[in-house]
């Protein structure tokens, strides 16, 4: 008996309007309130499914899902 494959499609959802609001804060010092914790430094890129900032040094990737919001740090 031979078994039937199953194929695996994965999908996220995509905000364009989210997408397009953190391109304009891209290289500037932001907050991001994750589900765990804020975290702040510089956005250093967006993808339609991460974004990437960098704090001290350090690349964090954040899954765009696990985002609450984000705004300019002071």
């Given at each position: 008996?031979e078994?039937?494959r199953?194929s695996?499609?994965?999908t996220?959802?995509?905000?364009?309007?989210f997408?397009?609001?953190?391109?304009?804060?891209?290289?500037r010092?932001?907050?991001?309130q994750?589900v765990?914790n804020?975290i702040?430094?510089?956005?250093k890129?967006?993808t339609?499914d991460?974004?990437?900032?960098?704090?001290?040094?350090?690349s964090?990737y954040?899954?765009?899902q696990?985002?609450?919001?984000?705004t300019?740090a002071k």
């Amino acid at each position: 008996m031979e078994q039937e494959r199953q194929s695996v499609q994965f999908t996220h959802p995509f905000d364009p309007y989210f997408y397009r609001s953190l391109n304009h804060l891209q290289g500037r010092n932001i907050v991001i309130q994750t589900v765990r914790n804020p975290i702040q430094g510089i956005l250093k890129t967006i993808t339609p499914d991460h974004v990437v900032l960098e704090v001290s040094g350090v690349s964090f990737y954040i899954r765009n899902q696990m985002i609450v919001w984000v705004t300019r740090a002071k």
